[in-house]
């Protein structure tokens, strides 16, 4: 006699597929300025983490010091989290993953935290290949200590003082391709539904995942002759493609035909969907990205979207050939060497 197996049951419609309510992912209310980008970004990242699936108590949150370092106590509130030195998340990134490799773990740091302070860190972040989504909230000023330029500020913006940029921004988006990084994104922090689309990919995804999101600042960087502003976002925004994700948990269905998108498949199985715009950009393509990010410099537009993608390459920790089990529960038998075990490695230095 045969038997027809059941599909589980649903979970109500409040909860996601592991029972959780939307409000399990949330933290403290937000001491931000009312209207700060900042607070958007955290919306899409309570959205994104709730709708993947994802167990609060499983993420590691880390940021460094600035205003975007405050946003980790504003999601999440049954996860780990450290806040650390200034411009040394990128470390505590490395160790949390060294230590505990089942952990998910993002890190919120903003364009003064990671682009001037913390770029020696963040660059070996980033060719190390770190499992961990690394989000830079950039505004291009200081906005703690009342909006000084920031290395991404745009030559000849303007500061709200009337004080107009004289040096080359750093484009970090480039820089992550050029250094290694297989998941390379920018968004703006008014494109809620580009945002989550993509922050549930970078959790498909096996190794680094870099977002540049335009963050507007609304005390020091809202105005006109600002580049990072909400008005200019939204005049000077270049769309690579409309960006839909199918998670692992879900049948992958074809909708459209050959040629007018691309599915890429991630480390977990979900498949990221780009349908294309007017471009037939390829986000597989390194030179490619690169071309086009500095063309779109060049042109005085900010490009957003999934711009490089590299599924092949292995993470670091695949790298070290790590056991599977954490190393924070390991017995102090199996981390410490033997007398004989030390020996032979110091035979072999000779």
Known sequence: MSTTVQPPAAAPKHMNRLGYTIADYKGADSTLCAGCGHDAITSQIIKAFYEYGVEPYRVAKLSGIGCSSKTPAYFLNMSHGLNGVHGRMPSLGTGVMLANRTLISIGVSGDGDTASIGMGQFVHLLRRNIPMIYLIENNGVYGLTK?????????????????????????????????????????????????????????????TSLFDVISPCVTFNNHDGSTKSYKYAKDHEELLHEISFVPFFEQINVEYQEGEAIDVELHDGSHIRLRKTDKGYDPTNKGEALDTLRNCQESSEFLTGLIYINESKPDFLTLLNMVDAPLATLPQERVQPSAEDLTEIMAALM
Not at 159 to 173: F, M, R
Not at 175 to 194: E, H, T, W, Y
């Open 147 to 207: 909006g000084q330029f920031s290395a991404t500020a745009d030559y000849g913006s303007k500061a709200k003082s009337g004080v107009v940029n004289q040096l080359p921004a750093i484009d970090l988006c480039a820089m992550a391709i050029d250094l290694g990084c297989n998941f390379v994104c920018r968004s703006f922090a008014g494109d809620p539904k580009q945002l989550v689309a993509l922050l549930k990919a970078a959790l498909g995804h096996r190794g």
